[in-house]
């Protein structure tokens, strides 16, 4: 005896579902249950697989559909759902065969984070079932459960028989990697553990793998230098929500440029205590030329009072800002990222915050959803303290990116970060934006100089300063250089009439 044809797709199978009209084959039947539709009856979306009851009165079993013939969900036919979880009765995120993902995930979950002592899921980790088993795409959470070698999901369950503290302390005795960084993310995301800055955290190994090689007085030294200038500045940059990888990584120039110096004074016989302007000079000639990075050094050692030989580093003017993008080149740029689709719509954003509005990548990524306004017929933005209306295509990509906005990928929560990262609680990198744009031949930096240019030949320093968030300094330079007289502004100013 040949197998019953399916209903849906005419083929014959020997595994099949059988509804009210029909025979459905395995894969009609996944397929189905994994790419739901709007139901014409309720207007929910569901897995549609039944017949209308007025249409599908007196079909027998194994009879075929009609091309025609409009299906809803099972609700809508008067009948119960094949597709529905055997153990929740939802029909969405499909997993194994009766049951959906989201009640496997928390079967695993509950197995993973009992508590031995009590039998229940551990007190502190509570917290991390819930937002897991409520994310979106619970299916992301069992694949990470299943993933190898596990390291994160083998870390919790530790954690949950209280094998290991649930602190910061225990991932301080851990390599500071992707993997553990995410789960220390998720976990401060969470509340479950304070908030920390993992570009702070991953300093404190480094500083100690530089100077391991020093002997124990320079040690020391570098190390006090470190803590009490170098992370305390990235501290401070930290709270007021500014700490970015440039930051870090004159940071760490500035302890390289430290052990530098102490190895070149002990070669010539001398310590931080006893250099003078001579040798300091000696080797600025010996590294090719003092730096920035190196002031910061010796400026420690005078205001210590660890050198009191009066060192002093010469100073060297910045160089004015130069030009390298033209006007018509900058304008191609925002052309094609108004209208690339091909390109992700945070890139899309990202660059023209750039092009248009001279934001630097670094204070893009860092933007808070409250700085974004929206309106019937606008959307106003907020770099600094004035709302800026947006341009009409820039306008339908912003509200596009807020109904779509990405998220962690293991949890929820909604952190309020405009771009959100990969990473719980964290806001996107720069370089994910950043490298996007310069595949595509637009370089940010050159690109937001362009920028700069072209407003402060538009209107004053001190507006350009408050519309943008830059120094005034910084403003008047850019106005200098794109040789615009605004002398007159203030005093013009006065005799504007007032609304």
Known sequence: MSPPVCWDCGSRDR?????????????????????????????????????????????????????????????CAGQESVFACGEC?????????????????AERLTVLLTDPTTGRIHHQLQRVFEELVTSDRPQTGIWWLRKMPGVGPRLLGAMARGEIEISHDTFR???????????????VALEVLPPFEVRIERMLPWIESVITDLPADQAALVRQFAHWHVL??????????????????????????????LTFLQ?????????????????GEHVGGL??????????LRRTRLNTHSLTIPHVASPSPTMTVSDSQRWDA??????????????????????????????????????????????????????IQMPPQLDDLIREHLEHRGKSLYASSDNGWLFPGGNPGRHLVTENIRAQLVAIGIKPYENRKATLFQLAGDMPAPVLAELIGITNSNASDWARLAARDWTTYLATRTHFPRS
């Not at 009765?89 to 995930?105: K, V």
Request: positive net charge; contains cysteine; proline residues 4%.
């Open 15 to 75: 595994h099949y579902t059988t509804l009210p009209h029909g025979r459905l084959c395995v894969a009609c039947r996944r397929r189905r249950h994994y790419h739901p539709e709007t139901c014409p009856g309720c207007t929910i979306v569901r897995p549609l697989a039944y017949l209308r009851p007025a249409h599908g009165a007196g079909a027998g079993a194994g009879a075929r559909r009609d091309a025609g013939t409009a299906l809803v969900c099972a609700s």
């Open 89 to 105: 009765g939802r029909e969405d995120h499909p997993y194994g065969a009766s049951r959906c993902a989201r009640c496997i995930l």
């Open 232 to 261: 305390r500045q990235m501290r401070k940059a930290a709270r007021e929500g500014r700490l970015t990888s440039s930051i870090t990584n004159a940071a760490r120039r500035r302890i390289r440029l430290a052990v530098n110096f």
């Open 291 to 300: 730096t920035s990075s190196d002031h910061s050094f010796i400026a420690w």
């Open 334 to 387: 925002v052309e094609r990222l108004l209208r690339d689709q091909s390109l992700r719509t945070y890139t899309r954003i990202g660059g023209l915050f750039t092009l248009l509005f001279a934001q630097p990548l670094s204070r893009i990524v860092a933007m808070r959803t409250r700085q974004v306004t929206l309106a019937t017929d606008s959307v106003h933005v907020t770099f600094n303290t004035i709302p």
């Open 267 to 283: 070669a010539h016989g001398a310590t931080a205590a006893t250099a003078t302007q001579d040798l300091l000079e000696r080797y």
């Open 173 to 187: 005795s851990l390599p500071s990697d992707r993997v553990h960084d995410y789960l220390r993310g998720l976990l």
